[in-house]
T-cell receptor
Framework: AQTVTQSQPEMSVQEAETVTLSCTYDTSESDYYLFWYKQPPSRQMILVIRQEAYKQQNATENRFSVNFQKAAKSFSLKISDSQLGDAAMYFCATEAGNMLTFGGGTRLMVKP | DTGVSQNPRHKITKRGQNVTFRCDPISEHNRLYWYRQTLGQGPEFLTYFQNEAQLEKSRLLSDRFSAERPKGSFSTLEIQRTEQGDSAMYLC????????????FGPGTRLTVT
């Protein structure tokens, strides 16, 4: 069984600044994937970034990067140069056995 | 690529009624997933199909919930004898193997049971 915990219900960041969202997980699988999804208000969920657990190198997608600490089962998301359009719910998820297990989410507010 | 579509977008029903939701996946995607998302929570996996075969259904919340994908294209999720606790957003996702099955989500169907 998988569990995902996001300990920050809400975060706030000033436009153009950097923010880090935290996520810890637990899984009994040896081969798994980790994801961050973004869900803007009243809009559908989109994939932000993906990390294969067997890869030591942290994934990066433009302004989004992760800090993957496998031994600590930690998977944080860093958003650089925050933009107003980054305001959304962010969900951390793990995939094993063809299903996604999501955390409770972090609401990110971006201040102009 | 027109994206995953779901209909209806909103459904209000009275307790005890049956409801059915439809999901149309991205055309070449052979896997289709259903999730439930309650207010303020992350989505919760319910079931998934590969083509027309339902490969995992143990996570369906009760025997009132059922899903079908008869021709391996669109899927329906039915809830019989709805209860107020069924009020939630029901999300559909689809995927296709490109080294990994990346899931693309639809906009969801919001169910309100009165």
């Amino acid at each position: 069984a998988q569990t995902v915990t996001q300990s920050q219900p809400e975060m706030s960041v000033q436009e153009a600044e950097t923010v880090t969202l935290s996520c810890t997980y637990d899984t009994s699988e040896s081969d798994y994937y980790l994801f961050w999804y973004k869900q803007p208000p009243s809009r559908q969920m989109i994939l932000v970034i993906r990390q294969e657990a067997y890869k030591q190198q942290n994934a990066t997608e433009n302004r989004f990067s992760v800090n993957f600490q496998k031994a600590a089962k930690s998977f944080s998301l860093k958003i650089s140069d925050s933009q107003l359009g980054d305001a959304a719910m962010y969900f951390c998820a793990t995939e094993a056995g063809n299903m996604l297990t999501f955390g409770g989410g972090t609401r990110l507010m971006v201040k102009p | 690529d027109t994206g995953v579509s779901q209909n209806p977008r909103h459904k209000i029903t009275k307790r005890g009624q049956n409801v059915t939701f439809r999901c149309d996946p991205i055309s070449e995607h052979n896997r289709l997933y259903w999730y439930r998302q309650t207010l303020g929570q992350g989505p919760e996996f319910l079931t998934y199909f590969q083509n027309e075969a339902q490969l995992e259904k143990s996570r369906l919340l009760s025997d009132r919930f059922s899903a079908e994908r008869p021709k391996g294209s669109f899927s329906t999720l039915e809830i019989q004898r709805t209860e107020q606790g069924d009020s939630a957003m029901y999300l559909c996702a689809s995927s296709f193997y490109r080294g990994h099955y990346e899931q693309y989500f639809g906009p969801g169907t919001r169910l309100t049971v009165t």
